[in-house]
């Protein structure tokens, strides 16, 4: 129980945080990056002459103005998966129900009895959906409620990569159970695109709509925290015991050394390498006699805009992210096993929460004498992203069977303590 509300912390913590960090003026700080991975955090960067504004083509133009009228550096989203087949099969009753950006769950024991979370962004893909002749699945009617990938990449993706083209770094992290929708959501299975193959596609489709005005360079690397190992899913190199090294370095802060970075310059190439790295994955899990949502996903997508004419370099890192399931890992190799795989997910997770919750602290004024970064690779590896000029979006998913309302409500009891829960239980404004 413990293990959870300290990973609930972490949403509320983020939730806190988000007009926070705006406070802190992290979120818009025109600094172009030059390293090589991660930059370092909040180092001060030469000032950059500004440049004077050219003439722009509709979908630049449309790019940055939505980054620029972005209110907050942190933002949380909800998304609610369909019933699976078991669920299906089981006769499940759906126990969540979501009007604007609120959902409510209902206690399955005490029918009356709901809670009610509020949310930056709320999907609601769960039901009145079909599969079109191209196998997506998009809303029964035009303008239904169903929130399908195309929808979610609008709200939470485009925001991402506006800020990412405008040399800030951004993250975006899948959190939730296993099974909740964290992968559909971040990768997407066959035609049904995820965030990530469709932000490197946007990408890219810029980079071609902008050719004339800048030099673009991506660089694409894919890696899995697991047992606090590092190991770098496009490469089968240093797939020695102990992973690669985490190192720091004063100007380019935590970084992940021999980690393979491969040039790319279209959307095909990210997503072979995207099969590359899930094949491996699933291929050291099993060797590892593990799962893989035992680990953690990360994939960094780093940017470099060369502006010759105006002599500026703007360069950001995208993190993108899949936590691992946020219930009890159990694992099925001996005690000894589970218990250090057990410690080490809760303790890049926990670390996650703690790290949050200190710069929230910081931003309302409280002392903070540590921000405990060090305690864990994830929060190493993120170091710059969560503390330094980034836009971050999570997105919390959700399966909405009743069998799951114990990990649900831990999961956000949290920001209910925030005050976002009624107390009469009579599900929020
Ligand atoms: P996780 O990564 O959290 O373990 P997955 O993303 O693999 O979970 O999702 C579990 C199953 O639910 C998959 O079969 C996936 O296709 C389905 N699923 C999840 N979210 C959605 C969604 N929004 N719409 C349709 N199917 C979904
Ligand atoms: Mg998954």
């Known amino acids: 129980m413990v293990h959870y ?24 700080d025109p600094r172009p990056r030059e390293s090589e991975y991660l930059p370092s955090p909040n180092l001060p960067e030469p000032f950059v002459e500004p440049v004077e504004q050219e003439p722009k083509n509709s979908e630049e133009e449309s790019m940055e103005t939505s980054a620029m009228s972005s209110k907050d550096c942190v933002k949380v989203a909800v998304r609610v998966r369909p019933f699976n087949k078991r669920e299906r099969d089981a006769g499940s009753r759906c126990i969540i129900s979501m009007t604007s950006n609120n959902i409510s769950i209902q206690d399955p024991r005490n029918q009356p ?24 699945f998009v809303p029964e009617e035009t303008g239904g409620r169903y929130a399908d990938q195309a929808n979610v990449f609008q709200g939470l993706g485009q925001g991402i990569l506006d800020n990412a083209l405008q040399g800030y770094n951004a993250t975006l992290l899948a959190y939730g159970q296993t099974g ?52 770098d899913l496009l490469s089968k190199a240093n797939r020695s015991s102990g992973g690669l090294r985490v190192r720091e370095d004063q100007q380019r802060g935590f970084y992940v050394e021999g980690l393979r970075r491969v040039p790319c310059d279209n959307a095909v190439q990210v997503e072979q390498l995207m099969e590359q790295g899930t094949r491996t994955r699933t291929t050291v899990a099993t060797h590892m006699n593990a799962n893989s949502s035992c680990s953690h996903m990360l994939i960094i997508v780093q940017l470099k805009q060369i502006f010759s004419k105006e002599c500026i370099t703007k360069q950001s890192n995208i993190n993108l992210l899949d936590l691992a399931g946020s219930e009890r890992q159990r694992s099925s190799g001996s005690e000894a096993d589970r218990l250090k795989e057990g410690t080490a997910i809760n303790l890049s997770l926990t670390t996650l929460g703690n790290v949050i919750s200190a710069l929230a602290d910081m931003a309302l004024g409280k002392k903070v004498v540590h921000i405990p970064y060090r305690d864990s690779i994830l929060t190493k590896l993120l170091q710059s992203a969560l503390g330094g000029n980034s ?24 920001i209910c303590r925030e005050g976002k829960e009624n107390p009469e239980s009579s599900c929020g404004e």
Request: proline share 3%; net charge neutral; glycine share 6%.
């Open 113 to 136: 009895n709901s809670r009610t979370f509020t949310f930056d962004y709320a999907y609601w893909s769960h039901s009145g959906f079909t599969r079109n002749k191209d196998g997506l």
């Open 180 to 231: 909740s929708g964290k992968s559909y959501s971040m990768v997407g299975y066959g035609p049904n695109k995820g965030l990530i193959p469709t932000l490197c596609e946007r990408l890219f489709q810029f980079f071609r709509s902008t050719q004339d005005s800048r030099q673009c360079q991506v660089f694409f690397s894919m890696l899995e925290i697991y047992n606090e190992q590092v190991i």
């Open 391 to 414: 836009r971050t979006v999570m997105i919390a998913t959700l399966s909405p069977a009743e069998i799951c309302y114990e990990e649900s409500v831990a999961l956000y009891t949290p």
């Open 5 to 28: 509300l300290q990973q609930a912390n972490y949403v509320s913590a983020l939730k806190v945080n988000q007009t926070l960090i705006m406070n802190l003026g992290v979120c818009l």
